[in-house]
Nanobody
Framework: QVQLVESGGGLVQAGGSLRLSCAASGRPISLYHMGWFRQAPGKEREFVTT????????YYADSVKGRFTISRDNARNTVYLQMNSLKPEDTAVYYC??????????????????WGQGTQVTVSS
């Protein structure tokens, strides 16, 4: 199975940028669709973005479209989330996840098989 470790979170002012990384080990990420989810205090985990094995299909939540970009470097076995124009409502713990299912990547967190421990992103107003 694959192990995932997120990094790159922190405190940033509104309008700023952060880049999250998700380093994988144990199996190559080329075997998986890779996604990012987030969870704010008192809220359910929500979909942010996902990309297929070949990066041929990529989906974003409406709330982050145009501001966030997911990318994957299969050679480095790492997935990235570039977050620009951050807003206070982006504050959450961000999780990287891997989905081994065939077909199109899912936006539902229950479909993902492997998860990282999360990294905190806090956006101040």
């Amino acid at each position: 199975q694959v192990q995932l470790v997120e990094s790159g979170g922190g405190l940033v002012q509104a309008g700023g940028s952060l880049r999250l990384s998700c380093a994988a080990s144990g199996r190559p990420i080329s075997l998986y669709h890779m996604g990012w989810f987030r969870q704010a205090p008192g809220k359910e985990r929500e979909f942010v973005t996902t990309t297929s094995r070949s990066s041929g299909s990529t989906y974003y939540a409406d709330s982050v479209k145009g501001r966030f970009t997911i990318s994957r470097d299969n050679a480095r076995n790492t997935v990235y989330l570039q977050m620009n124009s951050l807003k206070p409502e982006d504050t959450a713990v961000y999780y990287c996840a891997a989905d081994r299912v065939l077909g199109q990547p899912s936006t539902r967190y229950a479909e993902y098989d492997y998860w990282g421990q999360g990294t905190q992103v806090t956006v101040s107003s």
